[in-house]
């Protein structure tokens, strides 16, 4: 496991911590490496883009690294090596000016 893992095409419905259908492949494989990988901790981060005010995006980012956790439980992967902790929009990754940037910007990853 890197150090930090993009759950890459992990989404979200707009303005909301449900997760979209297709993001359920990427998660399987987060799975299938965490219990191959028992004995590995990792901090479920949510993240934001910069649309909405500060607070709001730190209380939806930290659902949204919830959902993921609960997935993730859910088929199989130790709640005890699991935190959740939201950033909001505190550590973007692209330019928030754009379209592409702020879809970019609102993931989730994996990090120990």
């Known amino acids: 496991l890197a150090d930090e893992y993009k759950l890459e095409g992990v989404n ?3 303005d909301s911590a449900k997760l ?10 987060a799975v299938k490496i965490m ?3 028992a004995d ?18 730190m209380r939806l980012s930290e659902r949204r690294a919830k959902a993921v956790e609960d997935y993730l439980i859910a088929h199989g992967a130790k709640d005890a090596n699991m935190t959740v902790k ?4 505190t ?3 692209a330019d928030n000016g754009t379209k592409e940037g ?3 910007n609102r993931r989730v990853e994996l990090r120990h």
Request: glycine share 10%.
């Open 91 to 93: 550590q973007p990754i």
């Open 40 to 57: 590995v901790k990792v901090e479920i981060a949510g993240h934001t883009d910069s649309q909405g005010n500060d607070e709001y995006n």
């Open 20 to 29: 979209t259908a297709d993001s359920k492949a990427t998660l399987d494989a």
């Open 35 to 37: 219990t191959r990988h």
């Open 102 to 104: 702020r879809a970019a």
């Open 12 to 14: 979200f419905e707009f």
């Open 86 to 89: 939201g950033y909001g929009e």
